[in-house]
T-cell receptor
Framework: GAVVSQHPSWVICKSGTSVKIECRSL??????MFWYRQFPKQSLMLMAT?????????EQGVEKDKFLINHASLTLSTLTVTSAHPEDSSFYIC????????????FGEGSWLTVV | QKEVEQDPGPLSVPEGAIVSLNCTYS??????FMWYRQYSRKGPELLMY????GNKEDGRFTAQVDKSSKYISLFIRDSQPSDSATYLC??????????????FGQGTILTVHP
């Protein structure tokens, strides 16, 4: 069964509003989680590294004020897309690993965001 | 030049065929190599994981890594229609908590027809 869960799977929001996506590790603690974005027919692009108890680390070109990441517990990271616009419509996926190097990296089922 | 190059296909094969999927990369620091399968509108599912160079076999799947050539492959034997999906290669260079930072190829769309 799934070891990393995302919610919601689908969300439609109006332009200008904010949307929160949750990523949970179900049976293990994850001090680090990762957020990816995937546009249609494109590959996954790393957006940011979510660190439990500290600030997220964003990849170059990703607006940290637009994509707010909070990792308040060892099993939950949230991504909030603020003031969403149609160009933010995408598939957002999180991942987590049970441990350090060499351990399996699990991905969530992803969250489809459509901004209208 | 992208760090990881993967032929996007699409690739169409008859059931029972051997499928070969490949990726090349430019970053010599990559140490961990993975293949994921992704069905439409779903999260990636890990198929194979290899550390450094070598071969690994799991059922109908064989992963090969040639670090000297910066080239990795995934072979699928006796392909089935249920193998139809997008296959993504992924790589990581770092250890510790940064281990999970993956660089993906573009993905190859595979269709296995009966």
């Amino acid at each position: 069964g799934a070891v990393v869960s995302q919610h919601p799977s689908w969300v439609i929001c109006k332009s200008g509003t904010s949307v929160k996506i949750e990523c949970r590790s179900l049976d293990f603690q994850a001090t680090t989680m990762f957020w990816y974005r995937q546009f249609p027919k494109q590959s996954l692009m790393l957006m940011a590294t979510s660190n439990e108890g500290s600030k997220a680390t964003y990849e170059q070109g990703v607006e940290k004020d637009k994509f707010l990441i909070n990792h308040a517990s060892l099993t939950l990271s949230t991504l909030t897309v603020t003031s969403a616009h149609p160009e933010d419509s995408s598939f957002y996926i999180c991942s987590a690993s049970r441990g350090g190097s060499g351990n399996t990296i699990y991905f969530g089922e992803g969250s489809w965001l459509t901004v209208v | 030049q992208k760090e990881v190059e993967q032929d996007p296909g699409p690739l169409s094969v008859p059931e029972g065929a051997i499928v070969s999927l490949n990726c090349t990369y430019s970053n010599s620091a990559f140490q961990y190599f993975m293949w994921y399968r992704q069905y439409s509108r779903k999260g990636p599912e890990l198929l194979m994981y290899t550390y450094s160079s070598g071969n690994k076999e799991d059922g109908r799947f064989t992963a090969q890594v040639d670090k000297s050539s910066k080239y990795i492959s995934l072979f699928i034997r006796d392909s089935q229609p249920s193998d139809s999906a997008t296959y993504l290669c992924a790589m990581s260079s770092a250890g510790g908590t940064s281990y999970g930072k993956l660089t993906f190829g573009q993905g190859t769309i595979l269709t296995v027809h009966p």
